[in-house]
Every structure is written in structure tokens, then in C-alpha cells.
């Protein structure tokens, strides 16, 4: 089962993952608050090389399996032509409607 994407409750999540499953740089950039972090399975990663690497030259693709925390965290079916699919958790912190951090790993 999987949970629509246009139906996520948080709407910086909703244009987040929208974006990146169109491979819409602009759009990633545009939901990103400025000087926002991540980190991959525990270790925090340059956002922009991490994007460039994992979602924009790889085709990465998120289908959403559940979400929790008011739509901030979600536990997604994650693929890209680098690494294949696997399940992954995602946790997103937002303010003024940017995420200005976001966590992932395998679920």
C-alpha cells in the first residue's frame, strides 16, 4: 500500500517529494530553507552533492508507505539506478513552510 503523494498531510514534505520524484532540481531547491542539512544512515552529508548523487543524475524515487509525526516522518519504498530500492525512513524537520533538515536511512 502506498500513501498518494499529493495526499501527505505537511506540504513542505508533499512539495519535497514531489520533487524529487519528478527529478525537479528547481523544485527541491525552492522547498529547501537556505543552509539546510541532512544526513544519511546516521552521518550528516554535503545536501547538495547528497541530491545531485542519490536523487538528480541517479533518478531517485520515494513511493510512501505510511507517515507519522503530522506527515514529517515517512517510511518510503526508496529506488535509484545506483542503489536499487530499499525501505527507508525519512524524517523531516520544517519551519516557515522549508524543510530545513531532513534524516533518512533503511527502515
Known amino acids: ?13 508533499r512539495d519535497f517529494v514531489t520533487a524529487l520524484n519528478g ?3 528547481s523544485g527541491l531547491h525552492r522547498v529547501l530553507a537556505p543552509g539546510a542539512t541532512m544526513s544519511d544512515d546516521g552521518s550528516d552529508r554535503n545536501l547538495q552533492e547528497w541530491l545531485e548523487r542519490e536523487v538528480l543524475s541517479s533518478g531517485g524515487h ?9 506527515g514529517r516522518t515517512l517510511i518510503a519504498r526508496y529506488r535509484n539506478d545506483t ?5 527507508t525512513r525519512w524524517r523531516f ?3 516557515e513552510g522549508k524543510v530545513t533538515r531532513f534524516e533518512t536511512g533503511q527502515a
Do not use: F, I, K, N
Not at 520515494?62 to 503530522?70: G, L, P
Not at 542503489?83 to 525501505?87: A, D, L
Open 62 to 70: 520515494m513511493d510512501v508507505e505510511s507517515e507519522s509525526d503530522d
Open 93 to 95: 524537520t520544517v519551519a
Open 1 to 13: 500500500m502506498t500513501v498518494p503523494v499529493d495526499q501527505l498531510a505537511d506540504p513542505a514534505v
Open 83 to 87: 542503489w536499487g530500492e530499499m525501505r
Open 23 to 25: 527529478g525537479d532540481r
